[in-house]
């Protein structure tokens, strides 16, 4: 009992003097732990039924070059028939994603539609609460108006009603609900993190009546293929789908007079690497941090802890000859240290759950299914193993460096400074292996720094301040003349009608979203199209660059008489990226170029790239409106807001019976483009700050007890005429061969890292230069600190 509240003490007295140890131990435990949960959330199977047969269908679109132009480009055909291949899957699901208006309300709320087959819902293990699924047709033309629902949707929108064969009416169509499914985190995030489907379709409604020669062109990257492969080689037949596939592209592209040789590939890979690629990654980073932040933590701990043992050594040396047991003595030590490993790890623990919920709360709209990410119940266990597995090891190793075979010399040398001092070897190795790590990742925590740094400071290409799109919920995209013309009446009077508003500033016509690239344009600048360069391609009004504050490099805009249903000829704006592939300049403005149906277009201005973390700079085309869409990009005067109520009701004034499927806050979706940037630019900063008190605290506190013993020495060399500078530069010429050998382990391990992570580098070699520069000179001010402060 005595020993036990005698050790309880010493506990509480280390405690209050060991704070900071406690508190960096457990950082350090907290990133080991994060890093085995995230760990065996990046590479643990599926949650679905034999998901190591999941795949899921990579198509890309590649140029004559084979350089490709258009990734996870499938068309619906492609989707669909493959799907119903049974040569290939033993069940498969094309699912494609979109978004529909409840009708019914003021202000009709968007909903998130998604087209499956029927063996979706049992390929992802989704829980039928009520009902059944929807039935299933094989022949164009005859899938039923069947939907199911989620409990998200019901409790959202009809709370109080029993869902079954009631009527929905989603945009023009009405459907008959014939299940409800559970609402839960089981749905594969295949299109966007964090989206959550609330009604499901059959995916046959997406096909109409036949297959045309312009669905085969149609490719898009809203929809995917997915299913479970069948066993045995499957890829004799997904290259004779292939072939097929690509004959009916190129007959498309023949019927509609488009040049250009592109080509189709698809490719099946694992579900599990789309669903955790990403994750996957960023596990790899954290835990080569964590690892980092782990090792140099505990070599400052033990060279603290062990430095302490030493000027204790000769207390130990009196126990014994007391008749103390030497066992004893090792056990008192080990619950000394332990309780406080102890106490660092379940402090850890705390933290991790934190930092846990922290990741799901800032990463969910970037990282698909984060919301799995636990900490399993073993790595609480094994964290606080290890911790205790760490205190025996710095007990063991304190102990082999004390000798009790010469009882008298011990006690005569107390006090004296030797037997305090670290052996040369153990001292070099803990200076040295502070060295090596503190370069190690301080220089790659300064690449991320600078290179997410780099992004955030990339200029977007436009002003994104209250700048809001208008996009108008539609259901036709008939091109004929008729068609356009209503569109084009609609149009000009919504235009009208935002203009006068009195909290808009400006408005234009805009096909899409600024960074949303769904279009594609093939340009070239000879009429036969054989040097033709694919681009994306944006729809724009007269006034859609001064509204998004673009900055022309040359030339100018489109006028009234430009848009495609009054204007005689083309023109067309290019970004900067898009003119350099091309190979034209600012003195090229009025040339022709020529369109993906070799009509010529007129070159009339060069614009700024624009740019966001998640799409980084693309090659945009800029083409006059031409209504197939009536979606409009909107700039607010200064200090006001819009919402999508006072848009819906300034639209119902125009024409009751249009609605408005979203608006966008510009600014908003640009922080959420660049928010995995900022997320990696703080976790850089985070590292760089804590390596670097854990190398200057660690160097601090050795050196000074090294310097502290070496007292009597640097008075000795005093008394006999050296001066300080003089001893100054003795110190550091011995530590010259140590920094020398740490700096060349520590640079190959680099180089190793980096060639691992693909970010091989010259700028990385600087970073490495200003790593070894920064602790050189921390080594140097340190030395000269502490000599000086002994001298």
């Known amino acids: ?17 060991n704070l900071m140890l406690v508190a960096l131990l457990g950082s350090a435990f907290a990133a080991m732990l994060m890093s085995i949960g995230l760990s065996w959330q990046a590479y643990q199977p599926l949650p679905y039924p034999q998901s190591d047969k999941l795949v899921w269908l990579q198509g890309d679109m590649l140029d004559e070059h084979d350089k ?3 990734e996870n480009a499938i068309s619906t055909p492609v989707a669909w028939l493959l799907a119903q291949d049974k040569q290939l899957f033993d069940k498969a699901s094309a699912v494609f994603y979109s978004h529909s208006l409840l009708r019914g309300s003021v202000v009709e709320p968007r909903v998130e539609t998604t087209y499956v087959s029927d063996d979706f819902f049992s390929l992802f293990d989704i829980t039928l609460k009520e009902g059944r699924w929807f039935s299933q047709s094989d022949v164009l033309g005859t899938a039923p108006n069947e939907i199911v629902v989620t409990e998200c949707f019901v409790q959202q929108h009809f709370p109080d009603e029993n869902m079954i064969e009631q009527s929905v009416q989603l945009d023009e169509r009405r459907y008959t609900v014939v299940g409800v499914a559970a609402c839960d985190e089981s749905e594969p995030q295949l299109y966007q993190s964090n989206r959550m489907s609330e009604v499901f379709l059959p995916f046959a409604l997406m096909m109409g009546d036949r297959i045309t020669g312009m669905d085969h062109l149609a490719v898009r990257s809203d929809l995917f293929l997915v299913g479970r492969i069948k066993q045995g080689n499957v890829q004799a037949q997904l290259t004779l789908l292939q072939t097929q596939f690509q004959a009916a592209f190129e007959q498309a592209q023949l019927e509609q007079a488009i040049s250009g040789r592109a080509t189709l590939r698809f490719s099946l890979l694992p579900l599990a690497d789309k669903l ?3 994750l996957r990654t960023t596990t790899q980073w954290l835990a080569f941090a964590g690892v980092g932040l782990l090792i140099i933590t505990l070599v400052n701990a033990f060279s603290l802890y062990l430095l302490d043992f030493k000027s204790k050594q000769n207390q130990l040396a009196l126990a014994i000859v007391l008749g103390a047991k030497r066992g004893n003595l090792q056990l008192e030590q080990w619950c000394y240290i332990a309780l406080i490993f102890l106490f660092a790890s379940l402090f850890a623990i705390g933290i991790a759950k934190a930092g846990v919920w922290l990741m799901q709360f800032w990463t969910k709209e970037a990282l698909a299914h984060v919301v799995w990410l636990t900490l399993p119940w073993w790595s609480f266990l094994l964290v606080v193993v290890f911790a205790q597995l760490c205190a025996l090891v710095f007990v063991k190793l304190a102990m082999s460096q004390v000798s009790f075979k010469d009882i008298r010399s011990q006690l005569s040398g107390s006090g004296k400074g030797q037997v305090k001092q670290l052996p040369k070897s153990m001292s070099q190795a803990l200076l040295g292996l ?3 790590v503190g370069i190690v990742t301080m220089s790659f925590a300064f690449w991320l720094l600078s290179y997410f740094g780099g992004q955030l400071n990339t200029s977007s290409g436009f002003n994104s301040n209250n700048l809001y799109f208008v996009e108008l919920q539609q259901s036709n995209y008939e091109r004929s003349s008729d068609a356009i013309q209503a569109r084009y009446n609609q149009a000009m009077i919504n235009l009208s009608a935002l203009r006068q508003h009195p909290s808009v500033e400006s408005a234009a016509l805009a096909g899409v979203l600024p960074h949303e690239f769904v279009f594609l344009e093939s340009l070239s600048l000879v009429d036969d199209g054989s040097d033709s360069v694919v681009a994306y391609l944006q729809l724009s009004g007269p006034s859609y660059f001064s509204t998004s504050g673009q900055r022309f490099i040359a030339g100018g805009g489109f ?7 009054n204007s005689s000829g083309k023109k067309v704006v290019l970004n900067q990226l898009l003119a350099q592939r091309l190979g034209v300049t600012a003195a090229d403005i009025g040339m022709t170029i020529y369109d993906k149906n070799q009509r010529p277009i007129t ?7 624009t740019f966001s973390h998640t799409s980084q700079a693309q090659a945009l085309a800029y083409l006059p409106f031409n209504f197939i869409s009536g979606n409009i990009l909107v700039r607010a005067k200064a200090g006001e807001k819009l919402d999508l109520h006072t848009i819906t009701a300034l639209y119902k004034q125009q024409n009751p019976s249009q609605s408005i499927l979203k608006l966008v806050d510009i600014k908003l979706r640009m922080q959420q483009l660049n928010k995995t940037a900022m997320l990696s630019f703080l976790a850089g900063l985070v590292t760089a700050l804590m390596m670097l008190i854990q190398v200057v605290a660690g160097m601090y506190g050795l050196l000074g007890y090294l310097a502290i013993l070496s007292a009597p020495i640097f008075n000795i060399k005093r008394l006999v005429g050296a001066k300080t500078i003089d001893i100054l530069i003795e110190q550091c010429q011995n530590r010259v061969p140590l920094i020398a050998v740490a700096v060349v382990i520590a640079v190959c391990f680099s180089l190793v890292i980096a060639s691992i992570f693909g970010i091989f580098s010259g700028q990385l070699g600087i970073y490495l230069l200003l790593a070894v520069v920064l602790i050189g000179s921390f080594i140097l001010a340190l030395e000269f600190h502490h000599v000086a402060k002994q001298i």
């Open 434 to 436: 502070q060295i090596g």
């Open 68 to 70: 490709t132009i258009m």
């Open 276 to 278: 955790k690629g990403q």
């Open 559 to 565: 006028s009234e008489d430009d848009l495609a249903i």
């Open 1 to 17: 009992m005595t020993l036990w509240r005698t050790l309880l003490g010493r506990l509480w007295h280390s405690l209050r003097q």
């Open 603 to 609: 070159l009339v201005g060069i614009v700024e790239n």
